[in-house]
């Protein structure tokens, strides 16, 4: 096997895509260099090489040694000096490359092969001998603590001490003659610390530095790394041993990192920083203020590489281009240049905002470096959600007083409610509010609204607030146990005791679940061509269709903006809360006989149809999935004695017998309890006066204006067939009823949800009775792990940070299980009805993953919140690509 790989002039053993085997950075040295760039001349130890030395309990294999020292005569002879020589001696950096970069988590030595006899040979080259023993002292402090594990501090006192002797401020201040003390003292110092002396053969200290960057591969921060981005143990890392160039070797010298476009905005300008007289980490430590490459990129104040070194710069600029145009893709590089000579020391795709990684796509397929394919496939679907709602202003100052779940993305600020009632208040009168509360409930959803943002102290990331918030594209802050809520003091404290009242300001980021303290200003959405273009290409490649859950016509609308394809779930209940209504739902889930319910339905009916033409009129034909009501009849009641009083008014009852009644219908597990098709099961009239509305909206509109439309009616919660074919039986009675009374020929559809384990299983006796099958994976998934989706938040983050779940299942399905339901479901549907309409519906139809997921078990289509339709979007294109 053949562990070690050569670049340098004239052999090149590696290319760019050899990355598992030689890592990102030493794949893209050797490419580099085999078209032709200057770089310095080294050889990569493989990742293989890893994976073998741990395998041995740390030991290399046979033959390694004459591997290495082969590739090192070549090195030497590449660029003609020799390792260890007094005369003229070869330097080398020895640094990690793993397959992804895992910046700053493992070691890296530089200027290795120095000691007493060899840093004559630098003095000699430089013509700096101060030069030379501040590179001896760099590389001691450095490998001391790399490779020895001697604390940096140590030596760092030590130097320290030296400046405050000789009375400077600066490292730059010292002598050679301090200098070439301080690499004595340190010597010293090593020996008494640690109990033997600093290794002066160059050979035992490139072993050394070789068995310390194998050895990082398991440093605690490169594991915790690995665990949080996801990167496998056993990819392992590369090890590059490189000759060193100087770019601190006097003002004809410099280092700098660049982007071959702006990496935040995209723009197609040549973009990056530099630091005269200093070596690459210098740049990245940001000691000192780095120069802007070119003059379009500064502000003026420090001249730019340009100026500076009009040659070198010339070159390269040549160079970025060549770079681009050979990897086709936006380059992140590093340079070096030793007494005006430029070498490259790394290019890698470079890291970019959403904004620039859609602006870079098209722009590249405008000047034909890739396909319409190749653009789509660059952006991220989650990605997109940066851009689709305001988000915080990157250079704001913030305060974070609490941290919860980033349960809705953006950003806003606003005076603190703790009410709904107080939310609509505040909006009236003009005010921006962010609603607190302990958590929200059907009720909230007008306060909701109203508010900027929502905050909650309890509740994961389906919890109520965190599915309607998504819905109504507002940010929301879930699950924030950093925050005590005081209802009656109407005000919250914080872990650090800070009291935040009613009035007071807040700003929410729900992208990342940050509570900031104040007002911190966002910017907003830019939803401009080039997005426009890219989502185009999009729809070109997507097989997969993309709803929308809309409950509103507003939402619709913003759904259609986005792209939505029709409506997948509409949650009627969202419909009830408005006051008017409530009263109404109340006299009715409180009436004593079906008469008194008949009464109070009536009041809802021309209400509820008015809500269904609005969404038919705004859906323009397209498909529309309207769900029966499911939440448990409790949510509706009243609870203050105030709301009773009211309520018993209008029914002309004692306030005390409505009490009784409403304690009657509480439930210990509500979610089990009495919702879903099990209400119209026992108040078989709400589920009728639904679908009367549903279809009088929907006869009226192909009556009179022509529309075409086929209404989806949905039963939720199903768990056997037999409830289906009841309610199924009653729905059809009411449809043809409300036809007939039309005249007219009307096509509808009568589906359900599939969101019980039960109710997946037997999907395919279910299948005899719908038409059409929704995955609501939010209560499959709460059924199928028997998790509440309403309590989860509490510990649910515990499981994730412990790795005991790699994600939550409520944000991303849980392929495995939930999703071998849903799977099972899928094939018992289509056995039983061939061509059966299959969608999802849960709050993971728009989640990337899972929307692959359901692409790959052909379902017809997606549905998720309005501001998740282009990623889903993106996200079915990237699966069928
Ligand atoms: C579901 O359970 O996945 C679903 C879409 O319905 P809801 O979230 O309203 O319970
Ligand atoms: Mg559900």
Not at 240 to 262: D, K, L
Request: glycine content about 10%; aromatic content about 6%.
């Amino acid at each position: 096997v053949k562990y070690v790989y050569f670049f340098g002039a004239g052999v090149t053993e590696g290319t760019a895509e050899m990355k598992n085997l030689l890592g990102g950075k030493g794949a893209n040295l050797a490419e580099m260099t085999a078209i032709g760039l200057p770089v310095p001349a080294g050889f990569t130890l493989t990742t293989e090489l890893c994976t073998e030395f741990y395998k041995n309990d740390r030991c290399y294999p046979e033959g390694l040694e004459a591997e290495v020292e082969a590739n090192l005569t070549q090195l030497e002879k590449a660029m003609d000096k020799k390792f260890g020589d007094s005369a003229n001696p070869l330097l080398l950096s020895v640094r990690s490359g793993g397959r992804v970069s895992m910046p700053g988590m493992m070691d890296t030595v530089l200027n290795l092969g120095l000691n007493d006899d060899t840093v004559q040979g630098l003095i000699e080259q430089s013509g700096d001998a101060r030069f030379a023993y501040d590179s001896y002292r760099r590389f001691i402090q450095m490998y001391s603590n790399v490779v020895m594990g001697m604390s940096g501090s140590v030596l760092e006192h030590l130097l320290e001490h030296m400046k405050e002797v000789r009375d400077v401020e600066l490292d730059t201040d010292l002598t050679a003659d301090d200098l070439k003390q301080l690499v004595e003292l340190f010597k010293n110092k090593i020996k008494e610390t640690l109990g033997r002396a600093f290794p002066t053969d160059p050979k035992e200290q490139l072993w050394g530095a070789i068995n310390a960057v194998f050895g990082s591969w398991m440093n605690p921060r490169a594991i915790t790394y690995r665990k949080l981005n996801s990167i496998p143990a056993e990819w392992g890392t590369a090890v590059n041993v490189q000759a060193m160039v100087f770019g601190n070797m006097g003002n004809s010298c410099a280092t700098g990192v660049a982007f071959t476009r702006n990496p935040s905005t995209g723009d197609n300008h040549f973009f990056g920083e530099f630091l005269l007289n200093a070596q690459g980490e210098d740049v990245v430590a940001g000691i000192r203020t780095p120069q802007p490459i070119n003059k379009a990129g500064g502000d003026g104040s420090l001249p730019s590489l340009e100026e500076v070194m009009p040659d070198c710069y010339q070159q390269l600029m040549d160079i970025q281009q060549t770079l681009e145009k050979h990897y086709r893709d936006m380059q992140d590089i590093e340079f070096t240049i030793e007494k005006n000579k430029l070498y490259m020391l790394q290019t890698r795709g470079g890291k970019r905002t959403a904004k620039a990684a859609i602006k870079i796509a098209v722009d590249m397929v405008q000047e034909g470096l890739i396909d319409e394919k190749e653009a789509v496939l660059r952006v991220a679907p989650g990605q997109l959600d940066q851009l689709l709602h305001p988000s915080l202003d990157p250079k704001a100052v913030k305060d974070v007083i609490a941290t919860g779940l980033p349960a809705s993305p953006g950003a806003a600020g606003g005076e603190i409610v703790f009410s709904a009632e107080d939310a609509e208040e505040a909006k009236k009168l003009g005010l921006k509010v962010i609603l607190v509360r302990i958590e929200t409930s059907p009720e909230d959803i007008h306060g909701m609204h109203a508010a900027e943002g929502i905050l909650t102290a309890r509740g994961g990331m389906t919890s109520h607030a965190a599915v309607v918030a998504r819905g109504m594209g507002k940010c929301c802050v879930a699950g924030c146990g950093g925050i005590k809520v005081d209802y009656a003091a109407q005000q919250f404290v914080t872990n650090s005791g800070e009291v935040f009242k009613k009035g007071d300001i807040v700003t929410l980021d729900g992208s990342t679940g940050e509570v900031m303290k104040g007002s911190v200003p966002t910017v907003q959405p830019e939803l401009t061509g080039d997005f426009g273009l890219l989502m185009s290409w999009v729809d070109k490649f997507r097989r997969l269709k993309v709803r929308t859950n809309a409950d509103t016509p507003l939402d619709a609308q913003v759904a259609r903006q986005f792209g939505a394809e029709g409506i997948g779930l509409c949650r009627t209940e969202h419909m009830f809360f408005e006051h008017d209504r409530i009263m109404a739902v109340r006299e009715m889930i409180l009436s004593e006989d079906v008469e008194g319910r008949k009464g109070a339905l009536a009041k809802i009916l021309p209400m509820q149809k008015g809500d269904f033409l609005g969404l038919f009129r705004e859906m323009k034909g397209l498909p529309v999935t309207i769900r029966l009501l499911d939440p448990p009849l409790h949510e509706f009641l009243p609870h203050t004695d105030k709301d009773i009083d009211e309520l018993a008014a209008v029914m002309q009852v004692q306030p005390q017998l409505l009490k009784q009644k409403a304690e009657f219908l509480h439930e210990f597990n509500p979610m089990l309890g009495h919702r879903g098709c099990r209400l119209g099961m026992t108040f078989p009239e709400i589920y009728d006066m639904q679908v009367q509305a549903i279809m009088e909206a929907a006869c009226e509109l192909v009556k009179n204006e022509g529309y075409e439309i086929v209404p989806e009616i949905m039963i939720p919660l199903v768990g056997h067939v037999n409830e289906l074919k009841v309610l199924r039986a009653n729905a059809v009675r009411v449809v043809e009823e409300v036809i007939n009374r039309y005249g007219i020929q009307v096509e509808y559809l009568i589906g359900t949800m599939i969101e019980l384990p039960r109710a997946a299983l037997t999907a395919d006796e279910i299948a005899g009775e719908a038409e059409f099958f929704s995955f609501g994976t939010n209560d499959l998934t709460q059924t199928t792990f028997g998790l509440s989706r309403d309590d989860a938040g509490k510990f649910l983050p515990f499981y994730v940070n412990r790795e005991v779940l790699a994600e939550d299942p409520f944000v991303v399905l849980d392929q495995e299980g939930v999703g071998q339901l849903v799977k099972i479901g899928c094939e018992k549907g289509r056995q039983a009805r061939p061509g059966i309409k299959l969608g999802i519906c849960g709050e993971h139809g728009g989640e990337p993953n899972s929307v692959i997921f359901c692409h790959d078990n052909g379902l017809d289509y997606v549905s998720c919140s309005p501001y998740r339709v282009p990623i889903a979007r993106l996200a079915a294109a990237h699966a069928a690509l």
